[in-house]
């Protein structure tokens, strides 16, 4: 598959953008996050709108490298049909996609977290082989711009407990810097 060595930074069009932003609005009223402490609605509107966009920047970037891409999933599930299943298939490759905003970042460090609670476990903590992609969006910049890291397996990330105290015992997170600072990521 044609892949990348260094992250790549891409625009995302208006229509992408409103879409992204139409779909969080539909799924924010069909989940419960209880579990992370997380009922404000405006913020899990925020997550989905902020994850939708990461997913196509990274579908974008692969079609552009002429590979077959299957995916973002912009359909709403009744409760009970929800799955963590990948985000992207590219090219009969599954892919899970992690984003985080650029002024999030400036707050708590550039991260990406995975859900770990005893409540629920994303599966993919436990697919050392599996593939991600980190993304980070570009939310103080005018344009809708954001930056996708190379594909990396879970195995090849580093796991810290997250810095935000309120998260620990619920989510794990991975930090850019200690993945530059070990060879991840140059």
């Known amino acids: 598959m044609p892949t990348f060595r260094t992250p790549q930074i891409l625009q995302i069009p208006d229509e992408t953008r409103e879409r992204a932003f139409a779909f969080a609005k539909r799924v924010t009223e069909t989940v419960n996050y209880h579990d992370s402490n997380q009922t404000v609605l405006e913020k899990i509107r925020d997550d989905h709108f902020v994850s939708k966009l990461g997913e196509e920047a990274v579908r974008i970037l692969f079609q552009s490298r002429e590979c077959l891409v299957e995916g973002p999933d912009y359909d709403v599930y009744e409760a009970k049909r929800k799955s963590w299943a990948a985000d992207l298939r590219v090219n009969d490759l599954d892919v899970a996609v992690k984003t985080q905003r650029r002024s999030a970042a400036n707050r ?79």
């Open 108 to 186: 708590y460090g550039l991260s990406w977290t995975f859900q770990d609670s005893p409540e629920r476990r994303d599966p993919i903590l436990d697919m050392p082989d599996a593939w991600v992609c980190l993304v980070v969006f570009e939310d103080l910049k005018e344009k809708t711009e954001c930056v996708v890291y190379p594909l990396r397996k879970i195995k090849q990330l580093i796991f810290e407990a997250p810095r935000l105290g309120r998260l620990e015992g619920k989510k794990q997170a991975v930090y850019l810097e200690t993945l530059q600072k070990n060879g991840v990521f140059k």
